[in-house]
């Protein structure tokens, strides 16, 4: 008896169970294309054109230093003293090695900075950049009452009427018109 009442009761709720979904509204979908947004605002302009010179000086900084420490590891290559030389030209010799090595590990540790500080500063724009859409998402979603937002990358297709980034685009340069590209200093602990 027990085993009937248990089936008859999951009998009703499994029958109960789709009259309630049936219920819910359709979900309303819009799409945004993240990376227009960021690429094509005014402010992901303005920040890749000062991060582009970033950039470039520091692509110019490793061929510098890639052409000066090429000629002098070459020249030291040639200056050095054969295996018979005086213990004192052997030692000068050494001498100069090692402050060419020293040289080329601060320039290393120098390029290696400011390659970070060039990551850290590009996620930073990214950062501004996503916390500034998200209300302007928000907002865009409430007005054209939807329930859903997707970015455009997951969709395999959509419709051009579902796509609201023209709109969000518009309303993001008028909320953030510029970022910094200056990462704020990490604390130290």
Request: charged fraction near 20%.
């Amino acid at each position: 008896m027990k085993t009937m009442t248990k089936f008859a009761l999951l009998a009703a709720a499994a029958i109960a169970t789709p009259g309630l979904a049936q219920t819910l509204p359709p979900p309303v979908i819009i799409i945004v294309d993240m990376d227009r947004v960021i690429g094509d605002s005014a402010a992901g302009k303005q920040a890749s054109g000062e991060l582009k010179t970033r950039n470039d000086a520091i692509q110019a900084r490793v061929s510098s230093l890639r052409t000066q420490f090429g000629s002098e590891q070459e020249t030291l290559q040639k200056s050095a003293p054969a295996p018979t030389a005086t213990p004192a030209v052997i030692a000068a010799f050494q001498a100069k090695v090692n402050d060419f090595q020293k040289r080329q590990q601060t320039a290393e540790a120098d390029l290696q900075k400011r390659g970070n500080d060039f990551q850290a500063s590009r996620q930073y724009v990214l950062k501004q950049i996503n916390d500034a859409a998200t209300p302007v998402i928000t907002a865009v979603m409430l007005e054209r009452g939807a329930t859903i937002v997707l970015p455009e990358g997951a969709t395999l297709q959509h419709s051009k009427s579902i796509d609201v980034t023209a709109d969000v685009l518009g309303r993001l340069d008028k909320a953030l018109p510029r970022v910094s590209t200056t990462a704020p200093v990490a604390p130290t602990n």
